[in-house]
């Protein structure tokens, strides 16, 4: 699949909320050719530390701009938050597989805290009910964007703090009935639990795995996951997968 590497401005850099951080940066070439649930690679620093590219999903595109979510959480992402408007950033990109949207619809969407990322982007070419789960309020994610994408939205937050009390997983299983795929992303305990109620109830799922990655264009083999044909690499083969045939 073709993509491109090329400096990209930032055009804006916005904290959200906590330490979650919101990013637009000018790639047209990458942003004419980005499919909902890929991702680019960044080159944070340009000196040695951090040495490693870092993924970011797509969590938007407008023209020739592109929109990343992001949560600092260690180096890089520190980094990345200090970076001002008019900066530029070294990107690769498109990367990975995406969402396959030719799929039975209609569709039903999980989001699980940081799995929002890229399912903003999906939201806006599929617009359909979605499940937005976190463990507290304070770490629900893109409630409101979702709704002004053209979506329905409903909530869950494990300690029970808004919407329904428990994990979006179970959320899901309450709002099955005239769907007949599954999109999906967040962190694995909840993709193995969507991945389980898809299977009870015959639907496929599309997963977007959080897998951490080293090189990001499938040389290290860093990111493996297992599947019913063997291992295969998130950043090459994925990031999406059906559930059906992931290992967990
Ligand atoms: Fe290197 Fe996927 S991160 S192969």
Redesign the pocket.
Same mark, same amino acid.
């Given at each position: 699949m073709k993509n491109f590497q090329l400096q990209a401005k930032i055009l804006a850099q916005t904290k959200i909320k906590n330490s979650y951080w919101r990013c637009t940066l000018r790639a047209a070439p990458i942003a004419r050719l980005a499919r909902p649930g890929q991702f680019v690679n960044i080159k944070i620093s340009a000196g040695l530390t951090p040495l490693l590219r870092r993924p970011f999903s797509i969590h938007g595109i407008s023209g020739d701009k592109l929109t990343l979510l992001y949560e600092v959480v260690g180096q890089g992402t520190q980094i990345l938050a200090q970076k001002k408007a008019g900066e530029s950033l070294d990107i690769i990109g498109p990367l990975g597989n995406g969402f396959e949207l030719k799929s039975a619809r209609p569709a039903l969407i999980v989001a699980g805290g940081m799995g929002a990322a890229p399912l903003l982007f999906l939201a806006t070419k599929v617009k359909t009910l979605v499940l937005v789960g976190a463990k507290t309020k304070e770490q629900l994610l893109c409630v409101q964007e979702f709704k002004k994408s053209g979506c329905r939205v409903k909530i869950s937050t494990d300690d029970g703090s808004a919407g329904f009390k428990g994990r979006v997983s179970e959320l899901l299983k309450h709002n099955l009935a005239g769907y007949n795929t599954i999109y999906a992303c967040g962190p694995k305990p909840m993709l193995k639990a969507v991945a389980e109620v898809a299977k009870k109830y015959k639907l496929p799922a599309q997963l977007s795995l959080e897998e951490h990655? $080293? %090189?990001?264009?499938? $040389? %290290?083999?860093?990111?493996?996951v297992k599947t019913k044909d063997g291992l295969r690499?998130?950043?090459?083969e994925g990031p999406v997968f059906l559930a059906e045939d992931l290992i967990w």
């Open positions: 990655m $080293a %090189c990001g264009i499938g $040389a %290290c083999l860093g990111c493996v690499r998130v950043c090459k």
